[in-house]
């Protein structure tokens, strides 16, 4: 299905733009994205069937700014978006800790440079928190010295995403102040992984629902369905006897990760959806109640993907390793439209503030 909400007059380019969890949101906020950029051809599929969007297969690295600025061509203000991969920074990558590999993950830099020689009146990035720290994300903030900035790390679950998930946020503006709207105190009510996952048809580990070849889940080896079977939800491996632990678990050093090989609440939120969400022993991703881990359904559900987002191509079988990277990068379906109708909100105050203060109809620069 495909949003149907008419064009606002923000125009926009999202970079990195994956499976199009990003656009979505934005285009569900009123946002005309008019076209998406990713190195990852499989994500094209996805991204225009389910959004309407023409996907254009870059390595961002390379991408010319007149690339960008042929597609922005509309009046109105114009707005770069993207969600530059840097999970080196993750607190899953212990390889993110040493500045040796910031060079690896550079395409942050890269998204500075296409603001630079752009020059869009928006700017809007989403990322891990642990980017605040690094010299890269300085560098990123020098490429905005021209904009009112507003960045701070959000706590997604406010704004509906069911998951003890925390991103950082970033909206910039040629036109004024800005900042993301607050969240409403009802949001977060319904962001249980029952309220989330609870209806979905049960299947087995390894096994797929007919109906939708999305909802699948990983197999599991011997070792592994009894671990899950002695798994409680919320427990840790500590509830299991000595002979189920793994070698990690007794040494010191593996003493501390209790959520790996752990099972969700079904009253809870669900931890922070990764790239590796799809196997019982990379998290706390074991099912509530089914022994076996989440399927790859439950995973986009989690993200907040609607429930007949098209991932794969009919007849296709689902791969694990490619769409849980997919979808543990996109951003969560409703902090994007968060995002996007605070930039909404930003615009229409401005060009109000304008209005008012010439008493004419002209609604001032990039407006």
Same mark, same amino acid.
């Given at each position: 299905m495909k949003p149907s909400r008419p064009d606002s007059e923000i125009q926009c380019v999202d970079l990195f =733009?994956?499976?199009?969890?990003?656009?979505?949101?934005?285009?569900?906020?009123?946002?005309?994205?008019? $076209?998406?950029?990713?190195?990852?051809?499989? =994500?094209?599929y996805a991204y225009e069937v389910n959004n309407g969007v023409k996907f254009f297969h870059e390595d961002i690295s390379e991408l010319a700014p007149k690339s960008i600025e042929n597609l922005l061509t509309r009046n109105g203000p114009r707005l770069?978006?993207? =969600?530059?991969? =840097?999970?080196?920074f993750s607190k899953y990558s212990r390889a993110g800790r040493s500045e040796r590999y910031i060079e690896k993950w550079s395409l942050l830099e890269v998204f500075g440079r296409l603001v630079s020689q752009v020059k869009p009146d928006l700017v809007t990035m989403e990322n891990v928190p642990q980017l605040v720290d690094h010299k890269v994300y300085l560098t990123f903030l020098e490429s905005l010295e021209d904009y009112h900035i507003w960045s701070e790390v959000v706590e997604c679950r406010a704004y509906g995403v069911p998951q003890t998930r925390k991103r950082l946020v970033?909206?910039?503006?040629?036109?004024?102040?800005?900042?993301?709207?607050?969240?409403?105190?009802?949001?977060?009510l319904d962001s249980s992984v029952y309220a989330c996952i609870g209806g979905l048809p049960p299947i087995q580990a390894g096994g797929v629902d007919p109906c939708d070849p999305l909802h699948t889940s990983a197999a599991l080896g011997a070792l592994n369905m009894r671990r899950i079977q002695a798994s409680k939800p919320g427990g840790t491996w500590r509830d299991w006897e000595p002979t189920l632990r793994a070698a990690c678990h007794k040494r010191k050093e593996g003493s501390?990760?209790?959520?790996?090989?752990?099972?969700?609440?079904?009253?809870?939120?669900?931890?922070t959806i990764t790239t590796q969400c799809y196997g019982y022993g990379n998290g706390r991703f074991?099912?509530?109640s089914q022994d076996r881990a989440i399927s790859l359904r439950e995973a986009?559900?989690?993200?907040?993907?609607?429930?007949?987002?098209?991932?794969?191509?009919?007849?296709?079988? $689902?791969?694990?390793?490619?769409?849980?990277?997919?979808?543990?990068?996109?951003?969560?379906?409703?902090?994007?439209?968060?995002?996007?109708?605070?930039?909404?909100?930003?615009?229409?105050?401005?060009r109000q503030s304008f209005q008012a203060n010439d008493g004419s109809e002209s609604s001032g620069p990039g407006l």
């Open positions: =733009c994956g499976l199009g969890g990003l656009t979505r949101g934005l285009k569900t906020s009123g946002i005309n994205v008019a $076209a998406g950029f990713d190195a990852d051809e499989s =994500c094209r770069l978006a993207g =969600c530059a991969p =840097c999970q080196s970033l909206l910039a503006s040629k036109l004024g102040s800005i900042s993301l709207l607050k969240s409403s105190p009802d949001a977060s501390g990760y209790t959520s790996v090989y752990g099972r969700m609440e079904w009253g809870a939120p669900a931890p074991g099912h509530p986009a559900l989690l993200q907040t993907f609607p429930s007949d987002y098209r991932f794969i191509k009919p007849n296709e079988s $689902a791969n694990f390793r490619v769409l849980g990277r997919q979808i543990g990068n996109a951003v969560p379906i409703k902090l994007a439209e968060a995002i996007g109708e605070s930039l909404v909100h930003h615009v229409r105050s401005v």
